[in-house]
């Protein structure tokens, strides 16, 4: 079964930090570029951040940037997503989802306008005191 399954989200208090996991089974990542995105109660999913299938390259939104850090164990089949300095307003369900390699440079934008071949379930995370 083709699936990609993400863990690490939990209750965290402001300024704290989480580290989500996706890893995929019944399939390699090594040929897929990797997006995580958020979707809050009420809210629009987006993109949060993305990274090439070589690990290459990487892109963040404006409301993470410097926050949070995306990388990839392609050896482990897993993609990481290290958050730290959290605040309330990052409390959502993250997803990640892949896309198999494209002949273009894969971005935030991209990731939000073009279909993804894979997606997980989500994981919870919240940030509350």
């Known amino acids: 079964q083709l699936q990609l399954v993400e863990s690490g989200g939990g209750l965290v208090q402001p300024g704290g930090s989480l580290r989500l996991s996706c890893a995929a089974s019944?399939?390699?990542?090594?040929?897929?570029?990797i997006g995580w995105f958020r979707q809050a109660p009420g809210k629009e999913r987006e993109g949060v951040s993305c990274?090439?299938?070589?690990?290459?390259?990487?892109n963040y939104a404006d409301s993470v940037k410097g926050r949070f850090t995306i990388s990839r164990d392609n050896a482990k089949n897993t993609v990481y997503l290290q958050m730290d300095s959290l605040n309330p307003e990052d409390t959502a369900v993250y997803y990640c989802a892949a896309a198999r390699r494209r002949p273009y440079p894969f971005t935030i934008a991209t990731m939000s306008t073009e279909p993804m071949d894979y997606w997980g379930r989500g994981t919870q995370v919240t940030v509350s005191s």
């Open positions: 990274i090439s299938s070589s690990g290459g390259s990487t």
């Open positions: 019944g399939f390699t990542l090594d040929v897929y570029n």
